[in-house]
């Protein structure tokens, strides 16, 4: 049966097609099996929907993650049946704890397959404590249960939704989709802005930290608003990085519930957290004592502290709503810009006699393209690349959080290309992290992607020997021979430099931004001064 025709019902994998179209997918990402996945690669393509192939089901994975941060429709990964789908588990993960979007397809053996289990184990409780739902997808309900669930990825919190699909019914004729209502609209707990409305009335020097649900644009243009409102420091998370500009009058810094924050945390008298979630948060006693008020689109998260006014709801109304009431802040005049400057110096990293991760990154900020987008992995190197990256708009800068996951910088960035071809995007990872997804520099070739890799290469699991070493443990099983990535690059197609440590940086930075296609730098750095950099932040 053919899915196109006009006389018969489509069959199950074109009319998922047709929801993906209709929903304004534009691409799939996945290593596909020889089962089902094959009928929606093809039911795809008729839809002009086009297949990313990649070399890891994990990196597939966080591509599809990415594009639904970035556009807030869910991303679709495909994976074959059995090794396909325990491989793509860690980019599930990311998707449930980053909160991203998403939809996961896995091949499934026919319901009337029989012994041996070859490549059969229970999908759905593998997926189950990290995604929002797991449903198998059958012809009499399939079409109608993969609209529902598509809509569960996206509604808040998002997060990951994984199906099962074996090819037979893949192929088969697809019942026709019922009309749902739409849901309710939420409203907004008035007792809830009251309380809220009274805490900021009193208050003289609140504090206000923006988390990841401000990053669409009601929501940033809100948070801001009440940025201004308050008239006192604000602080992000890593992944709000961008939604208060760093060039701004308010912003003084990355919130992460480490030391550094406390600092200044304890000289606020009120404390307001506006979209954030506490997985970004790391784990770890709450110190200060003031009265907090949660703005969140998520009611009932698990905070490390008492809620004294929670307002559950569309966040970019309640901001607006709060930013409305009259504050009179009691900040010192120039004390926001001293925090700024404070935190800044207290993070430098000046490193020993070699290159240190600052002046890498000062150096990439200055060459980049204008507009440039930053990925950035898991590591001791994120201090310096978070601190000091320059940050205006949401989604400036991308980071695994949530999950804190090493491999995740080179598939965003090619995630962030796909997605907006004239916006270059530099992945920025360390040497264990580049291991972890190396093989994505040959996607990268294969799609000639306007992206730099700039792999900080230190031969050593940076932020765990610090670890090892602060535990006067000896250093086993963090230090290798440094790789020769610049090689390993060309080999996939990418034109590579090597960085060693007396060579100007600047002039390969120069010549990777102004060569077509995927360009990575492999720079030897100095790793001596991440420990005081980790001290100074979280103790």
Not at 233 to 262: Q, W
Not at 389 to 410: E, I, T, Y
Not at 441 to 469: C, E, F, H, P
Not at 496 to 513: I, R
Request: aromatic fraction near 6%; include cysteine.
């Amino acid at each position: 049966m053919s899915p196109n025709s006009t006389n018969e019902r489509p069959a199950l994998a074109g009319a998922i097609a047709a929801t993906l179209s209709s929903r304004g997918v534009k691409r799939i990402f996945g290593v596909p099996g020889g089962g089902s996945s094959l009928d929606l690669i093809d039911a795809a393509a008729q839809e002009r929907i086009e297949f990313i192939l990649c070399r890891n089901e994990t990196a597939a994975a966080i591509m599809a993650a990415v594009t639904g941060e970035l556009t807030g429709i869910p991303g679709i990964v495909l994976t074959g049946i059995g090794p396909g789908a325990a491989s793509v588990v860690n980019g599930i993960a990311y998707a449930s704890l980053e909160r991203a979007p998403i939809i996961v397809i896995t091949d499934a053996h026919e319901e009337t397959a029989t012994a041996p289990p070859h490549q059969i184990f229970d999908q759905q409780a593998l997926f189950a404590p990290i995604s929002k739902a797991q449903r198998r997808l059958t012809p009499a309900t399939g079409a109608a249960d993969f609209e529902a669930l598509f809509d569960l990825a996206a509604a808040e919190p998002p997060g990951p939704v994984h199906f099962d699909l074996s090819a037979q019914d893949a192929a088969a004729a697809a019942a026709p989709i019922l009309v749902r209502s739409p849901p309710a609209p939420h409203m907004l707990e008035e007792p809830a802005l009251a309380k809220a409305g009274d805490l900021l009335a009193t208050a003289k020097r609140p504090v206000l930290i923006v988390g990841h649900q401000c990053r669409t644009a009601d929501r940033a243009t809100a948070a801001n608003e009440l940025a201004h409102a308050l008239g006192g420091p604000a602080m992000t998370t890593y992944k709000a990085k961008g939604v208060v500009s760093e060039d701004g009058p308010h912003f003084i810094g990355l919130f992460t519930n480490a030391k550094l924050d406390h600092g200044i945390l304890a000289q606020a008298d009120l404390i307001v957290f506006c979209g954030v979630d506490p997985v970004e948060m790391i784990p770890g006693a709450w110190p200060n004592e003031v009265p907090v008020i949660v703005l969140s689109e998520t009611p009932g998260l698990a905070w490390p502290f008492a809620v004294d006014a929670e307002i559950a709801g569309p966040v970019a109304v309640s901001a607006a709503r709060l930013a409305h009431i009259p504050v009179k802040p009691g900040w010192p005049e120039n004390q926001i810009a001293d925090f700024r400057k404070g935190i800044i110096e207290t993070l430098a990293n000046a490193g020993g006699d070699g290159r240190s991760p600052d002046a890498v990154i000062d150096a990439i900020a200055e060459a980049a393209p204008p507009g440039a987008r930053l990925a950035v992995d898991a590591g001791a190197h994120m201090f310096s690349a978070m601190a000091r990256w320059p940050a205006r708009l949401p989604h400036d800068v991308m980071k695994s959080n949530g999950l804190s996951s090493m491999g995740f910088a080179v598939p965003a960035a090619l995630a962030s290309w796909l997605e907006q071809p004239d916006r270059h995007t530099i992945a920025v990872t360390g040497d264990g992290g580049m291991m972890m997804c190396l093989a994505e520099l040959s996607t990268a070739a294969r799609l000639g992607a306007a992206m730099t890799v700039v792999v900080l290469n230190d031969a050593a699991l940076s932020l765990i020997d610090i670890k090892q070493q602060r535990q006067q443990r000896p250093p086993l099983g963090v230090r290798y021979p440094r790789p020769d990535f610049a090689t390993a690059a060309r080999g996939m197609g990418c034109a590579s430099w090597t960085v060693a440590a007396l060579d100007p940086l600047e002039f390969a930075l120069a010549e990777a931004f102004e060569t077509e296609g995927p360009t990575l730098l492999d720079v030897s750095i100095d790793p001596s001064g991440y420990r005081e950099q980790l001290m100074a932040l979280r103790g």
